[in-house]
């Protein structure tokens, strides 16, 4: 299968991916309309406190944007090692057209990134439902657009943060997985090395869910010494070695840097304290209290870690497993609640925000239940199980290691397509009078999302951006 081939849009594609580029152009559009006039200005070195303070999308960064504006490896390396470089052609770019224009067209170039990842991720959503389980074009459409009603998948198309990208990546290799089940072909060595090298280069987890696809398409296969060596061990070993190199040539030195500063700065408070008056150091030590408050606050909505070091360092044992099902994984993820909509955890939204109507809970169960029972009807596909099992892995870290747990929604768009691919297993087994109903109880719940999602983010970009911080 040629890149080209992989890319091209087909005939029966091109009517919906059309009106799905719309949407996302329309959404992206509507995005940099409201936030143009901040970050658009030219500036040397005052980005960071410009985007940091103002770009408020829940719980997305904006490491992107200041990324391809002034570029430097400012992502966590053990997680994304590649993303800063897969940035650094944006950034050129981005910097002559700036001293072309004298504005900073950052929020034009990432939406460019954004809308290619965001359209193909619909095209190969649909292919999926279409080739790989074997709908009619009308089924494979509606469970296509009913995945991108969801809200945190509709939102991902304008969030200039890494999981689009990675939803892209992650459709692209179940689509090419499922082919390869489909006609009994092998995952290849070097195909899952790159694959898995690019992928988990985005986010280190995706990694895993490449190693599974190797797996699935090429069952006992898969553990062959010269598979294991060449598509596991070694993409593997590149990749931390990557990520090592990356740490001690461009953190490392940032790190002792702030090390040295920070200690300079220690220092020279304790002597201002030491010369301050008792009215001045009531005051200091009222305004260091509350701080200390806010620090607090914020501590607690990130949970209990496992140990405070290392990659335990961001799990979670205390923040509620019941609550986040409800309230966030399969709440927020899929239905925006309308109170502290799009805030960010760590600032105002507190954890868990309950849902005004009943209907919210009536909409996330039907659309859990087709999801179960969508995969009792294909428990026996392998390619489900693949699905699945991806989806298992997410669970783990976040639910059970609780890693990203008190905003596990923004997470989404690496998960919630598997959601419509279980429900296609269900349209596919029953009979034409139950398909239907099926069918007619999706088009109404996407209907919903669409309308309830679409409203709530529409009137969220055309607001005051005051009012929303």
Known sequence: MGVFRLFRVKAEERLQAVIALAVIVVLNGLFIYRMHGLFMQPGFGGYWKVFERELHLSGYDPLTY????DWDVVYQVYRH??????????????EGLTSL???NCVQYLVALLLIACSMY?????????????????????????????????LLSVLVPDHFTISMFLLLVTLYISGVCIKKRREFKWWQSALFFYITAGVTLSNG?????????????????????LLAVVLPAAL??????????TYVLPKEKARAEMKERREKALEERVAQMTTEERARYEAKKARREAVLKAQAAKMGEPMEDHGFLKWTDISTSRWQTFYENLFGESLQFHQDYLLE?????????????????????????????????????????????????????????????????????????FVL???????????????????????????????????YLLIDFLLSPIRATL
Request: contains cysteine; charged residues 10%.
């Open 420 to 454: 419509p691919i279980a429900t296609a297993y269900l349209l596919q087994k029953l009979g034409e009078l139950a398909a239907t109903m099926v069918r007619v109880s999706v088009l109404m719940l996407t209907l919903w999302l669409f309308t309830y999602n679409g």
């Open 101 to 103: 224009s004298g504005v």
């Open 121 to 153: 991720s619909y095209i190969f959503l649909y292919r999926i439902h279409r080739e790989v389980i074997g709908l009619k074009r009308g089924d494979a459409t509606l469970l296509s657009v009913y995945g991108f009603s969801f809200a945190y998948i």
């Open 344 to 416: 960010d955890t760590l600032v105002h939204r507190p954890v868990f925000v309950a849902y005004r109507w009943t209907l919210s809970y009536v909409v996330e169960g039907l659309i859990l239940l087709l999801f179960v029972v969508g995969v009792w009807c294909g428990r026996q596909q392998r390619f489900l199980w693949l699905c699945l099992c991806c989806l298992g892995f997410d669970m783990f870290i976040h639910l059970v290691l609780g890693f990203g747990i008190n905003e596990i929604f923004i997470m989404a768009p690496h998960f919630m």
């Open 239 to 248: 990749l931390w070695g990557t990520a090592v190199w990356e740490y001690r």
């Open 66 to 69: 200041l990324t391809v504006t």
């Open 208 to 228: 895993i869910k490449v190693f599974l696809s190797g797996f699935f398409v090429n069952l006992k296969d898969f553990f062959r010494l010269k598979y294991l």
């Open 81 to 94: 090692p590649l993303l800063a470089f897969m940035m650094w052609p944006l950034h050129v770019v981005n």
